[in-house]
């Protein structure tokens, strides 16, 4: 993982930059459709809003945003590319939709069927949690009661997701087998831990913090190449001597065809709201995410090393289909 680590964090002095001139265009000069595979109240749909929010304070445009959650997120990638390429339909939507249900096979597309944008955050506040029942609270707990029985372990994730690859990237980087249940949705990951019923999932500590600060969970880990201040002392698995770090970018992608000039007029007007302060309070607030972005350039060479990285478990994402 040491390439894609490099690239992905070697870039936390990477931001999306904005040109010296604008791209010559008068876009958006009306409502643009959001298109997002997730329900609403979770990370991607809080990301998606709050996004919206500036999109209209920088161009006075609105966005409407509409939920098409389902099929691995494969409803609203499939309403995306077939849209027309006028500007006027756009993804939003993070590598699990447009990478991991292609080296799955969830999918027979991937980022190569859209115009990639840019990256407009990234999620850093991911963080791998247990439940009281399972009376784990570190990683060497973790291996211990592993390597007793390596079906002792229950991993509650999505099988073909984002989350299913979550849970074998840490599994091959700890060396901890454990045993995958489909659970479905962050909310009945939360539900499961707390029911006993699983003893590990990877989470946004936003939707955990009360839990875990009752004791009705405890936090393995943070996969962050350099701590998230904002998870406040809960530690990086590489920290803890793991070479295990896993971000989700978020990806904003038109339909393969819009003209370039949109391209790049959303790359800027991504980059200007990235200097909002506003919005980086609203980041912190929500799910303890700090601002970072990328331009068109930048994410096309982190998308496409991610895809790489990620297609060495190809076999086992799409073994669990």
């Not at 604008?22 to 997730?38: K, L």
């Not at 590598?95 to 969830?106: K, P, Q, Y």
């Not at 405890?218 to 896993?246: K, W, Y």
């Amino acid at each position: 993982m040491s390439a894609f680590r490099t690239l992905l964090f070697s870039a936390a002095t990477i931001t999306a930059v904005t040109g010296a001139a604008f791209a010559q265009t008068d876009w958006p000069s009306q409502t643009v459709t959001v298109i997002i595979g997730a329900s609403p109240g979770g990370d991607t749909d809080f990301n998606a809003r709050t996004f919206a929010r500036y999109f209209e304070q920088v161009t006075g445009v609105s966005m409407v945003i509409t939920n098409m959650p389902g099929g691995g997120a494969t409803i609203a990638t499939s309403a995306v590319r077939d849209a027309a390429p006028d500007g006027s339909t756009i993804l939003f939507g993070h590598t699990g939709h447009l990478i991991v249900t292609e080296v799955s096979g969830l999918a027979d597309y991937g980022i190569d069927d859209f115009e990639i944008c840019c990256i407009p955050a990234v999620d850093q506040g991911a963080v791998f949690v247990t439940s009281a029942q399972s009376e784990i609270t570190s990683v060497e707990e973790l291996l211990e009661r592993t390597n007793e029985d390596p079906n002792a372990v229950i991993f509650g994730t999505e099988f073909g997701g984002y989350s299913h690859l979550q849970g074998l990237l840490l599994m091959n980087e700890t060396g901890a087998e454990m045993r995958f249940v489909d659970t479905g949705s962050a909310a009945e990951k939360i539900t499961s831990l707390l029911g006993g019923r699983i003893h590990v999932a990877g989470i946004a500590y936003g939707a955990i913090q009360d839990y875990h600060e009752a004791g009705q969970m405890a936090v393995l880990g943070q996969p962050n190449a350099e701590r998230n201040p904002l998870l406040g002392e809960i530690s990086t698995f590489s920290e803890q001597g793991i070479d295990f770090v896993m971000n989700n970018p978020y990806i904003i992608a038109f339909p393969k065809g819009t003209d370039e000039a949109i391209i790049e007029r959303m790359a800027e007007i991504s980059a200007e709201i990235s200097e909002i302060p506003e919005y980086a309070s609203d980041l912190e607030q929500g799910f303890r995410q700090p601002v970072l972005s990328y331009g068109h350039e930048e994410s096309l060479e982190l998308l496409g090393t991610i895809r790489d990285n990620y297609m060495q478990y190809r076999d086992a994402l799409q073994a669990s289909r």
